[in-house]
């Protein structure tokens, strides 16, 4: 089965209706049948203080596997950002199967972190990536776009804002159930134990797991026998979290 990855960026504006968060994470609504979301992640990148970004600089990415093309999912995911973008919006949107990454487009990603790139160097890093700017004249998106790409082939960054049944798990839930789910929960304690099958962890309602070597990790702390509390929680942050 192949593994595509789609990088979407700078749907939304101001006083908008739909952030990227949520628009790259609704996608695997308008999926055909024979394909399937793996997961979709949001990255932090540097943040622009000109352009003022309106969900704090994160860009999404959406991991799609199947029998398809980059061609026809760039298409389709340039008529579902198209449909949905604000309308003072400049949309970006990188497409490549996983197993083409170039080293530059992953080095891209990680400079992005911490550098303000251009439009040009996207381009150019992007390699075989199949590449679309949807709307307004800068294509600003596509920087976005292509970091998120870029970061998510790394395999360890970005948090998972859609994975499975994610978001329908209960505030407290089993070790276990989280692993046959596909997320690993991963002691950040001094002592570093693991955590049992039939320990419990306390989600706060917000259970998000962070990209750790390409897969599925939720950094969890000990509170007491049996117990973890996940590091992360909505309640600590300072940002919306969609």
Not at 3 to 23: C, E, M, V, W, Y
Not at 87 to 116: K, Y
Request: with cysteine.
């Amino acid at each position: 089965m192949t593994r595509f990855l789609i990088g979407i960026d700078d749907t939304d504006a101001p006083g908008g209706k739909d952030s990227t968060n949520r628009l790259a994470r609704q996608l695997e609504d308008r999926l055909p049948e024979g394909l399937r979301m793996w997961g979709a992640l949001g990255h932090r990148l540097n943040p622009d203080p000109v352009l003022a970004p309106t969900s704090w600089n994160t860009a999404c990415c959406v991991v799609v596997e199947g029998k398809t093309s980059a061609e026809d999912l760039l298409r389709l995911a340039a008529d579902y950002v198209g449909d949905l973008a604000e309308a003072n919006s400049s949309p970006g949107l990188c497409v490549i199967d996983a197993a083409e990454v170039p080293a530059a487009l992953i080095d891209f990603g990680r400079r992005c972190c911490t550098e303000l790139l251009t439009v040009e160097r996207a381009v150019a890093a992007a390699g075989p990536a199949r590449l679309a700017g949807l709307r307004g004249p800068t294509s600003r998106g596509l920087i976005g776009a292509v970091a998120a790409v870029g970061l998510t082939a790394e395999g360890w960054s970005g948090r998972l804002l859609e994975f499975g049944r994610l978001r329908s798990f209960p505030r407290a839930v089993s070790v276990g159930e989280l692993m046959a789910a596909g997320i690993l929960p991963v002691s950040i304690s001094p002592d570093a134990e693991r955590p049992a099958p039939t320990d419990w962890v306390d989600s706060h309602d917000w259970l998000r797991p962070r990209l750790m070597g390409g897969r599925a990790v939720l950094p969890v702390e000990k509170i007491g026998d049996g117990l973890w509390n996940t590091v992360a929680n909505k309640k600590d942050r300072s940002e919306p979290a969609p």
